[in-house]
């Protein structure tokens, strides 16, 4: 089992996440159904049985129902509180009768948005709180100020951030009275910034390259855990029914040919190409169907060879190596 940065912090952190943004039925605001509790506690169980621990939501998914339908979870479950980790994001606001959407890093927001999300959990304390997407009106003596009163009061444990480069971390870091111990960007086989903001330094061909350069590394030396959402591409490689390219089927086809060397799912596949890297990244299962959390599972099982790395970055790229 691989040390993860974000277990320094948390020992009983898993390789991967399970993320809940599918749980809680529809994003409206009719109550939750029994159906859609029971499809929470299928996903749920099926994350558990696979070894998964950490458990990513944040305030506005599905309206708030995610949360609401995994605090059903808890209810009915009290001992398994302590034996996950919860993490929460807030922040973004959609269009309500205040505004339209925007984003807000207010104290006022931030400690009411957590408040919120905890009645809604059914739980005292979030292990962890994301700041959802980056504010451009965010006052940083504000964030500090929301944080010290979250932590302070016990209702969170550690801070984090989504969607942020190196820059914005070390920055807010410079503010904030806790460390940052994980920041949550969108990496994966269709999106390979990650990857390409390293390796098409001064070429001409790295102008669209839409990661910021510096952000893996601030995270390494920090000990900030990196997060990947949308790590299967929704499963454009692995199944989902999609209009794909020449070059892309020919991804698919990899995949399905890597699986079967590796002796697991195609979902673990792509997972896996991730956790290669070596910046501990933490993928995020966003599937709701038991059976795929199962597969992709798998993932942690998987070592790719440094050849198969390659053979998979230079396919999804669908260019060769400059
Ligand atoms: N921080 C942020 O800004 C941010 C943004 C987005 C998401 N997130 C987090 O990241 C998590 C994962 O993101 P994601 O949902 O985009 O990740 P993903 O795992 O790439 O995509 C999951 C989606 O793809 C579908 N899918 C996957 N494989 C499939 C296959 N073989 N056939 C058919 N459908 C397939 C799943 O459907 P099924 O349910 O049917 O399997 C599900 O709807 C979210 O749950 C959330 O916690 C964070």
Known sequence: MKNLPLNQ????????????????????????????????????????????????HADIYRMGKAEQAFGEVLKSRPNLREEIVLQSKCGIRFEDEHGPKRYDFSKDWIVTSVENTLSRLNTEYLDLLLLHRPDPLMEEEEVAAAFDALFDSGKVKHFGVSNMSGVQMQHLNHYINQPLIANQVEMSLTNLGFVDEGIYVGNPDGQHVNFTAGTLQY????????????????????????????????????????????????????LAWLMRHPSNIQPIVGSANPKRIKASAEAVTVTLTREDWYALYVSAKGVELP
């Not at 009983?12 to 809940?20: D, F, M, N, R």
């Open 219 to 270: 995270a390494k030396q920090n000990n900030i855990q990196m997060q990947s959402w949308g790590p299967a591409s929704q499963g454009k490689y692995t199944g989902a029914p999609a209009a794909l390219t020449a070059q892309e089927e020919a991804t698919k086809k990899l995949v399905a040919t890597l699986a079967q060397k590796y002796g697991v799912a195609t979902d673990a596949i792509v």
């Open 9 to 56: 912090y948390i020992s009983h952190a898993s390789q991967l996440v399970y993320g809940c943004m599918a749980i809680g039925g529809e994003w409206d605001f009719n109550p939750l159904t029994k159906d859609q509790t029971q499809h929470a506690f299928a996903a749920v169980d099926a994350a558990l049985e696979a070894g998964i621990t950490v458990f990513d």
